[in-house]
């Protein structure tokens, strides 16, 4: 079989724009996706005698940019683990359940409309839109779990987090999620 | 029965690992019995299914573009 051969002189007209879109869905701030792209770029160049062609370009750049990205959630350890620390004292899930852990009045979801649930290109953004409003330590493993499909063990041990943390950040980012669909598009 | 809150967990574990017998069963019942889980869930696993779809269609401007090509194509000698 022919093996891919790469043209760095193209990257960036024909890929950037691609690997933006794939870092905004997974990093909040958009001049950090942005200076992710670039590194990306930087670190293929730099190491492009290493590509032995047996995947296409753009799968490789794609895969430079995804160790990009986990790096970035690393480089936020702090965040994350001071984020950690206040996992076990349930404020989040207040807001939703009552004192027995049965769903109370104003968090408990409501029915939702079949006409609401489509997948417009305006209700893609308030999607993203809330998972953005998820802190960091949510947003990074709901990503990694829920859009790059990474199983929980490979997502705890990158980021360091105990499995009994991490079905609980799960369940209140999904908490969370499904609440500010529901207030922002849903009604 | 447990709790919604312990079902809501129990049933994110359960989306990727095998729950015991005991857990499973509890699970269950109260799905059977608790309308606000059920709908919980039926939203939950539209937007699951509806982020692996996520497009932005979002662009490097011009002017970025250009920024982008100062400070990459230099690298490539």
Known sequence: ?187 | MICCKEAGILGEKMGEKKLSTMETFKLMYHMVWCKNCRRFKKQIDWINRTLKQIDLDEKFTQEEKGDLKEKVNPEMG
């Open chain 1, 1 to 187: 079989m022919a093996k891919h051969q790469l043209h760095p002189e193209q990257w960036i007209d024909v890929f950037s724009d691609l690997l933006l879109n794939y870092a905004l869905i997974r990093i909040k701030e958009r001049e950090i996706a942005k200076d992710l792209v670039q590194e990306t770029f930087l670190t293929a160049i730099r190491t492009k005698e290493q590509y032995r062609g047996e995947i296409s370009e753009m799968n490789w750049l794609f895969l430079i940019l995804k160790s990009r990205i986990l790096d970035h959630y690393k480089k936020k350890k702090e965040v994350l683990e001071s984020q950690l620390k206040g996992a076990d004292d349930d404020e989040d899930s207040d807001d939703f359940f009552n004192s027995t852990g049965h769903w109370s009045k104003n968090g408990a979801p409501n029915e939702w409309t079949t006409d609401k649930m489509v997948r417009s290109a305006e209700f893609m953004h308030v999607l993203n839109e809330c998972k953005n409003r998820l802190n960091e330590v949510q947003n990074a493993v709901f990503t990694m779990k829920y859009i790059d499909g990474e199983d929980s063990e490979m997502i705890c041990k990158e980021l360091n987090i105990s499995s009994s943390n991490y079905w609980v950040l799960v369940h209140r980012a999904k908490l969370k999620l499904r609440e500010c669909l529901e207030k922002n598009w849903m009604t």
